[in-house]
């Protein structure tokens, strides 16, 4: 049994990690914190565009994460907490009190030098995007504005200090298919990497270091500013342009040259 206490945020995807998490039988969650944003008032006014991108991605969450969420029994014992706070003196000794084996981050706020030298070496973070081609915040969405598919998926790290850069565990790319839309692959890729997260956890004991990846690919860093009306618009003209086609079309050839890492009790079998 390994017991793991979870940082994440507070949407549907969110909730559907940890309470998976709390009904596996070789997994024991002894607290999830669960973040709630502050100051929504500040944040920028959307375009019409924008409110019917986020519309769209909070229905599609619905269709693939609601049959669990609001269905299942909650095992997580989730405690809701304001964002930032995990790094604070009280929650650090809080943690530390409890004991786990391991802790797992996904969607939370920056963990800073207190709570990272605390559990150096026992925080597995999920980074949505591909390291080390995509850093930072939002970066499926950017992958796929600039219609790099190769590049749209999930890596598994220990944390460290650098955002995104810590030692690599095992990738995965997401799953495409003809007709998709942004928000089917999003939220497939998701619902794969919970289940891959999951077995992940189960077999500690089974995880390989594996040397890091060597490119000439420059690094693309991203922030959620970069998220802007014009990337929207882009996004949706490449889908209606038939960007999934020809990615498909090309697929083994335009991932060859992208390679990630993988820990064999996880690749997956084609």
């Given at each position: ?38 100051n929504k008032d500040s944040k920028r006014d959307l375009s ?223």
């Open positions: 049994m390994t017991n793991i206490v979870i940082i994440t945020s507070n949407a549907l995807r969110h909730d559907y990690m940890r309470i998976m998490f709390g009904l596996n039988q070789e997994i024991n969650v002894l607290k999830s914190y669960v973040e709630t944003p502050i019409s565009v924008e409110e019917s991108h986020f519309l769209a991605r909070e229905k599609t969450e619905l269709d693939f994460f609601s049959d669990i969420v609001f269905s299942s029994e909650d095992n997580s014992n989730p405690m809701d907490i304001e964002k930032n706070k995990i790094n604070d003196q009280n929650y650090i000794d809080e943690i530390q009190k409890l004991g786990p084996d391991l802790i797992i981050t996904f969607g939370c706020c920056i963990i800073r030098e207190k709570l990272l030298q605390a559990f150096k070496d026992k925080i597995i973070n999920v980074h949505l995007g591909i390291s080390p081609y995509y850093l930072g915040a939002g970066t499926n969405f950017i992958s796929i504005v600039n219609n790099d598919f190769q590049c749209t998926g999930y890596t598994f790290m220990y944390m460290d200090r650098g955002i995104d850069t810590g030692e690599i565990i095992h990738q995965a790319r997401a799953e495409v298919y003809l007709f998709d839309n942004i928000h089917q692959i999003g939220n497939r890729l998701i619902k794969n990497m919970v289940h891959d997260f999951i077995k992940l956890v189960s077999n500690l004991h089974s995880i390989k270091k594996m040397l890091p990846i060597t490119t000439n690919i420059d690094p693309i860093i991203c922030f959620n500013r970069d998220a802007t009306e014009l990337k929207t618009i882009e996004l949706y003209n490449n889908f209606s342009n038939g960007a999934v086609k020809l990615f498909l079309a090309n697929k083994e050839e335009i991932e060859s040259r992208y390679p990630i890492i993988e820990q064999s009790f996880l690749k997956k079998i084609l």
